[in-house]
């Protein structure tokens, strides 16, 4: 099979195509045939050597989510089988024609969203819905604060704070607020040229709920201003840095909670659990059409150092898509 091997780190030029061997499903796994996959800030990182794999494994390939049809199932696998139009997030190894996966990991595609479309849904909603609900207790009434509200998990964010009845909030560049309007954001915040944190406060005087950030750095201090009496700030990633001066006093005057949280290296058990959940109590909105995936753009495989580069320009609003069939 085709896949994106990392020979070495650096520029969206490392991003090879070789031919590698397929994988082999272990009593139960399932190996999937990719129709497509998509790019996630993760990515990037891992092609620049900042955010390996953590299970190791060799050749490098990089990649955390997928959709395609099953093409084959070990032997204790009951759930699938050869056909079923599935999805699914790993650690590694999506920018490939086949990936092998624990059976419980996957999830079926619902029934009204195209095959190469469900490739965005699996990392961006499950981030979004964990972060939110789960690790953030968000809920009907209340407000979120998210940041990167353009991005694949702000999109994601949006629809699913619309889904439970919650408000939310958002911050984007000036150029990217229509497709969060259009999505449902109760609150558009632009960072240039405006101070997002004065005029949400003027918004939201009582404070945020829960504040999902992916950017850190000079953002975690706005953050402890922004977040309500006995809220929840959880932090997914680290775009704008992993270092800043932080008021700790403000976070204990606020008896706030603040999360740190990531799902690649969560152990499978855990991994599982939240899988399952999801794919009980959110994949029905896609069919209801409450969520859908946003897409931005697609690629097809062989330019997929093309789609690197649109993502790293900060160009996407929604997800980045490339097709491998």
């Not at 604060?145 to 994601?156: D, N």
């Not at 939240?274 to 896609?286: D, G």
């Not at 097809?300 to 996407?316: G, K, L, V």
């Amino acid at each position: 099979m085709r896949a994106v091997v990392l020979r070495t780190h650096g520029g969206p030029e490392v991003l090879t195509i070789e031919e590698v061997d397929d994988p082999v499903p272990g009593p139960d796994e399932v190996v999937v045939d990719v129709a497509a996959t998509a790019l996630n800030r993760a990515d990037l990182l891992q092609r620049m050597g900042l955010y390996p794999d953590p299970r190791g494994r060799q050749p490098e390939i990089p990649g955390l989510e997928f959709s395609g049809t099953v093409a084959s199932v070990g032997e204790r696998v009951r759930m699938w089988q050869p056909g079923d139009r599935v999805m699914g997030i790993e650690a590694g190894g999506s920018y490939a024609e086949r990936i092998a996966t624990h059976e419980r990991q996957l999830m079926a595609v619902p029934e009204s969203i195209d095959l190469a479309d469900a490739a965005a849904i699996p990392e961006v909603f499950l981030t979004a819905w964990d972060a939110l609900v789960l690790q953030g207790r968000l809920t009907s009434g209340r407000w979120a604060l998210v940041h990167a509200g353009a991005s694949g998990v702000g999109t994601a964010a949006i629809q699913i704070a619309g889904a439970i009845g919650a408000r939310i909030a958002v911050t984007c560049s000036a150029g990217k607020a229509g497709i969060c309007e259009e999505l449902g954001a109760d609150l558009v915040l632009t960072r240039s040229p405006h101070d997002w944190l004065t005029d949400a406060l003027d918004a939201v005087p009582e404070g945020f709920d829960t504040v999902l950030d992916v950017i850190g750095g000079d953002e975690v201090d706005r953050n402890l201003q922004a977040v309500a009496t006995r809220g929840t700030i959880v932090q997914v990633g680290l775009m704008g840095g992993g270092s800043t001066k932080v008021n700790v006093g403000m976070l204990l005057g606020k008896r706030a909670t603040w999360v740190g949280t990531t799902l690649r290296t969560r152990p499978l058990e855990e991994k599982v659990a939240v899988t399952r959940r999801f794919a009980a109590e959110v994949l029905p909105l896609f069919d209801s059409g409450a969520l859908q995936p946003v897409i931005d753009s697609r690629y097809p495989f062989d330019q997929i150092a093309d789609a690197h580069r649109h993502m790293e320009a900060n160009a996407n609003a929604g997800k980045i898509v490339v097709t491998l069939r």
